[in-house]
């Protein structure tokens, strides 16, 4: 089965890597003829654990090529549109990118190729797209098959699913899904309408950034209270019907899926009044206000004050910025003057922050700093020697927006300590 995959994003680059080291004849293809380049030479654009190994595989097997041009889709049996759904202005999902490609890919399918939509789209989408093709003359599938991997762990997630949803209605489309998902045998697939399965996508999305505001609001209860939020987070888990995911306090939920899924779901279905979904948006949005009046009680005045942080990325493992707590909180501090380091994101902040300064290792970031913050999770920094950090800031103050570090021993240490 040959396939073409367009766009290169976290979800078609991953899938176009794994489907290809599977053995199908793979084509991936995007606009961004640097990336495309460098995908060519077997590296990944983006930092994504074991997805160069997979690219170089696909390449060397033969089984993965790269293109800007949609030369592939006449010979593909599936195409699958994984182009970008960024939120507008207005908070509603801009299908631009999915419709123009929709475009090109028209003119070049035959006629019983499948389309494939992997991006997060809006209730009805498929349905929409299915008309607009009609308009056109063809007759072709659209398929909904919704994608749940996470950055940071995309193709472990990708390779081990909890569930693959399918959204189809013919037989046909059904058996070929089918195909390209031989390999995920022990793997749940539910097959149902493309609605059905394009809610499934907002709703798992929601429900997460919904437990996530939860426990965040829990947090502050615990906070007033004097009560321990992981511990409250891990009992609670402990229930079968909660489970732990996204029970995990923090600066609130970040990154290019949950506020723009919450936001677009709310903004698909404006005469309906998503009581829950707004306030999940809302608790979200006030979260790094919050966490900066956190930071001014415990530290006082911002102006004057040299602050030092660890992590700017929207959560550990990958370089990804967008809608990050740590990059609005930062912001939110402008009167101090910051000293930041961030494992992976330095790179991408320096464009959206100029100016702050960057620091080239934790310690850097620490020095002469009247307090440290920890915004984002990255394992590394439980591990740094934190009595030369000691050594290095003017006052010895530790505010932990992730609950990360060790506090009892860094109470030893002499630090004060705040988590959440
Ligand atoms: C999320 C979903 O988890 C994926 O299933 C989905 O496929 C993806 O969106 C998408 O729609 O493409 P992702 O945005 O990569 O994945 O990251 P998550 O690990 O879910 O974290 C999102 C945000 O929530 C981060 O800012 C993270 O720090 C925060 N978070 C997560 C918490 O504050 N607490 C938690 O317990 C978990």
Redesign the pocket.
Known sequence: MKISIIGTG??GLVAGAVFSNQGFDTCCIDLDAEKINLLSSGKSPIYELLLEEQISNGIKNNTLTFSTRYDSIPNSDLVFLAVGTPDLPDGSADLSYLYSAIDQVSKLIKKNTILVIKS?VPPNTCQNIKKYLEKKGLENEVVMNA??????SAVSDFLNPDRIIIGCSSPEAKDKMLEIYKNWRDVPKVFTDTTTAEMI?YA??SF?ATK?AF?NEMADLCSYFGGDIDMLSYALGLDKRIGH??????P???????PK?VSALIHSSKDINNHILKAVHHSNNQRPGLMVEKIKQIIGELKGKKIGVLGLS??ANTDDIRFS?AIKIISLLKDSSINAFDPAAMDNTKKALPNISYAKNPYEAARGSDCLLILT?WDEFKDLDYNVIFSKMAKPVIIDLRNLLDHQKLKKIGFSYFGL
Do not use: M
């Open positions: 976290y979800v997060t994608e749940f991997l996470r950055q940071g996508k798992a999305n997460l996530i426990i995911g996204c029970l995990k306090t923090g609130g939920y970040g990154g290019s899926c949950f899924d929207f959560k707590p999770d």
